[in-house]
């Protein structure tokens, strides 16, 4: 008989390539991992693992067993939704990763929305925007959050996507910028000779920025990159530069900007959740998936508001900010 927990760790093998990746990803040691591989090449009576005095790669035998694996632990996750859906009370833990400005929008109205749920614990991470779907297909996490600004999303029948919110790029500008007036039509011609600042080279957001300056006849190379986008918007409060920014990361609250909509093509990203196809009635997870979608029509309205917003009247005052009722997550998906 084939032992679960070691069928788990042979997937674990397969998505990290490595004895010691697959060890620091489970927080074992590498001889238990190779221990208990070996163990997993007697159950199966074959070789799974071509191994030298450096490296260990699947043979065509483990790869096999890896694609049966995936799908035996899918039926067995079905099978524990399925009995747990019937006892209709959230419990244990819920684990989703976001995309940095997503950690940080959902965190507040998701943790309003599940605090009812006494039994049910969750837990937050950020991850790099990309990986959020391989995390939910790996069972490394329940839920992600993720982003698509090209219509890229990969579709899998062992994954359920979830439509959430589309996410524009908006003009951040100092509140004392003469841009800043939302009379003013802006002009992105105009402010191609502007300091502007973005996230490096590579990241989605700065492609994004890129291909709204090159619509409006390029400008000048970005003298100004910074990780985070948070930073960012701290900067262009201070007067040091201008920037583009999908709205959501305006969610956080920040004093100090005017907030304007870019003429012209939209560009924007999707915001999505996925699940594993065989978690989604878990109730622990159904009930989390139900407060990401509140807390998402909450940020929609929210971040409406802020678009044309000009915070220069009350400098004490942050941008509207509500939050959904308890209970809320309890709406249907």
Known sequence: MLDLRRLILICEFARRGSIAATAS?????????SQQLAALEREAGAALLDRTSRSAELTDAGW?????AQRILA??????????????????RVVVTAFPTAAVAFAPALARSL????????????????????????????IA???DWWGRVRRDTSVRTF??????????????????????PIDLAALREEPWMATPEGEPSRTAVDRLLAAAGGAAPVAWEFEGLGTILSLVAR?????????LALAAGVRGVAVRDLPGEPIERHVYAVARESSVHRP??????????????????????????RDDDDPDRGPPRRSPPDGAGGAPL
Do not use: C, K, N
């Open 25 to 33: 990803s489970l927080g074992y040691s590498a001889s238990a991992v």
């Open 64 to 68: 096999r067993l890896v694609d049966h």
């Open 75 to 92: 039926m067995v996750e079905s099978a524990e939704s399925d009995l747990s859906a019937h006892t209709a009370t959230p419990s244990g």
């Open 115 to 142: 605090r009812r749920h006494r039994e049910l614990s969750l837990r937050l991470r950020q991850s790099r925007s990309g990986r959020g779907m391989r995390e939910v297909e790996s069972g490394e996490v329940d």
């Open 145 to 147: 959050l993720i982003d």
């Open 163 to 184: 439509p959430l919110l589309v996410d524009p790029l908006v003009l951040v500008v100092p509140r004392r910028h003469p841009m800043a007036d939302p009379e003013v």
């Open 239 to 247: 007067g040091i530069g201008i920037a583009a920014v999908p709205a």
């Open 284 to 309: 622990s997870v159904a009930a989390t998936l139900r407060a990401i979608h509140v807390a998402a029509r909450f940020l929609v309205t929210d971040l409406g508001h802020l678009r044309g917003h």
